[in-house]
């Protein structure tokens, strides 16, 4: 698990793990601003550094697009105690 922060403290997280992004969160009052695009780089790191193939991570629905832009790719759909929510996964060589 990782953070991103400024001068002005703790802007979002990231959780990552072998092929699997568990968590990206982005502070309300600073998303479109290009913290989660490092966010999702860095997880993206995370999560290949020992291995290369697929990386999944579930996905609010309104996120899958942002995800999209990477290459992510909708593999499934799911539901629990936060909501729905899409499986997706991207190829990473």
């Known amino acids: 698990m990782?953070?991103?922060e400024d001068d002005e403290g703790i802007k979002g997280f990231?959780?990552?793990i072998a092929g699997e992004i568990l968590a990206i969160f982005i502070e309300p009052d600073s998303?479109?601003?290009g913290i989660g695009t490092d966010i999702l780089k860095h997880a993206i790191k995370l999560a290949t550094k020992d291995q290369t193939?697929?990386?999944k991570?579930?996905?609010t629905l309104n996120a899958s697009?942002?995800?999209s832009q990477f290459g992510f790719k909708v593999v499934g759909k799911g539901a629990d105690q936060n909501g729905p929510y899409l499986i997706?996964?991207?190829k990473f060589n």
């Open 88 to 90: 997706m996964e991207n």
């Open 2 to 4: 990782f953070v991103f």
């Open 57 to 59: 991570l579930k996905s």
């Open 65 to 67: 697009g942002f995800y």
């Open 53 to 55: 193939g697929l990386v």
């Open 14 to 16: 990231g959780h990552a």
């Open 31 to 33: 998303i479109n601003q």
